[in-house]
């Protein structure tokens, strides 16, 4: 199973970005994948899920509204559009994938991680 995150980079506050995480070596329609990011010195956190038929999303609370998790089943990817970005948004973005046809509802559910990708927001 591979899960290939691409997208970050250096913006601003108030600007936009959008991460991609390309899956192979599974299922992709029958896996509810996300997104998590890791800042130094926290714990790592979900900021999207989206269920594996793609009809329910969940974000935190510090995203909702700003961050829109979508997937792509013909491209076997999951994106994460990310706007008016904060610099407390800084971070690695991981993406994330549940087992087939499982939750994806606490980090201890997923199944598999892609490399992390580094969104830098400065003020």
């Known amino acids: 199973v591979q899960l290939q995150a691409s997208g970050g980079g250096l913006v601003q506050a108030g600007d936009s970005l959008r991460l991609s995480c390309a899956v192979s070596?599974?299922?992709?329609?029958?896996?509810?994948m996300g997104w998590s990011r890791q800042v130094p010195g926290r714990e790592r956190e979900f900021v999207a899920v989206?269920?594996?038929?793609?009809?329910?999303?969940h974000y935190a609370d510090s995203v909702k509204g700003r961050f829109t998790i979508s997937r792509d089943s013909a491209r076997n990817t999951v994106y994460l559009q990310m706007n008016s970005l904060k610099p407390e948004d800084t971070g690695v973005y991981y993406c994330a994938a549940a087992a087939a046809l499982g939750r994806l509802t606490t980090l201890a559910d997923v199944r598999s991680w892609g490399q992390g990708t580094l969104v830098t927001v400065s003020s």
């Open positions: 070596g599974l299922t992709f329609s029958d896996h509810s």
């Open positions: 989206i269920n594996w038929r793609g009809t329910n999303q």
